[in-house]
């Protein structure tokens, strides 16, 4: 499993859109398979654990904030390479700049507001699926 597998999330700014639907059939289309998936709404204090990382970062507070403001979808999806294949097929972090088709251009409104979070590296891929997902949760 170790390489075949990311973490993503479709952010509030989506959900309250209404393209849960559209966001997973392009992962879907993609070729990817649902490992793991829940509807849930982080507290804060979860937002800030889960982007610690960023913490150093001027925009962390407004990410935090914004990533606990409304319901999300997280799910693992497995694929051969899952990491870098999902991070081309969401686009750049700034929708503005992503390319053509991708999800984040489709469905992202800004730098923050983009859509769709996706892990960077299989090292935190694996960290951000122990976040959410329990053993018996994958499938
Ligand atoms: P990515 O999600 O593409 O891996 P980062 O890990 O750098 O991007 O940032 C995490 C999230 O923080 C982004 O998806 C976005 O929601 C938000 N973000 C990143 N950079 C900025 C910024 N300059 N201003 C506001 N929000 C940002
Ligand atoms: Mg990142």
Same mark, same amino acid.
């Given at each position: 499993? %170790? =390489?075949?597998?990311?973490?993503?999330?479709? /952010?509030?700014?989506? %959900?309250?859109?209404?393209?849960?639907?559209? %966001?997973? &059939? !392009?992962?879907?289309?993609?070729? $990817?398979? #649902?490992?793991?998936?829940?509807?849930?709404? @982080?507290?804060? /204090?979860?937002? +800030? +654990?889960?982007? /610690?990382?960023?913490?150093?970062?001027? $925009?962390?507070?407004?990410?935090?904030?914004?990533?606990?403001?409304? *319901?999300?979808?997280? &799910? #693992?999806?497995? !694929?051969?390479?899952?990491?870098?294949?999902?991070?081309? @097929? #969401? =686009? &750049?972090?700034? *929708?503005?700049?992503?390319?053509?088709?991708?999800?984040? !251009?489709?469905?992202?409104?800004? %730098?923050?507001?983009?859509?769709?979070?996706?892990?960077?590296?299989?090292?935190?891929?694996? #960290? +951000?699926?122990?976040? $959410?997902?329990?053993?018996?949760?994958? $499938?």
């Amino acid at each position: 499993m %170790i =390489g075949r597998t990311t973490l993503m999330m479709i /952010k509030p700014d989506a %959900i309250s859109k209404g393209y849960i639907g559209a %966001i997973l &059939a !392009k992962i879907n289309d993609a070729g $990817f398979k #649902i490992v793991a998936m829940k509807y849930l709404k @982080l507290t804060l /204090k979860q937002a +800030e +654990e889960f982007y /610690k990382v960023h913490s150093d970062k001027g $925009f962390y507070n407004n990410l935090t904030q914004f990533m606990s403001s409304g *319901p999300i979808v997280a &799910a #693992i999806i497995e !694929k051969d390479n899952a990491v870098d294949d999902y991070r081309k @097929l #969401i =686009g &750049a972090t700034d *929708p503005g700049k992503a390319d053509e088709g991708t999800v984040r !251009k489709l469905y992202g409104a800004s %730098i923050e507001n983009n859509a769709v979070h996706g892990s960077d590296s299989d090292e935190n891929a694996i #960290i +951000e699926s122990d976040f $959410f997902f329990s053993k018996l949760e994958r $499938f």
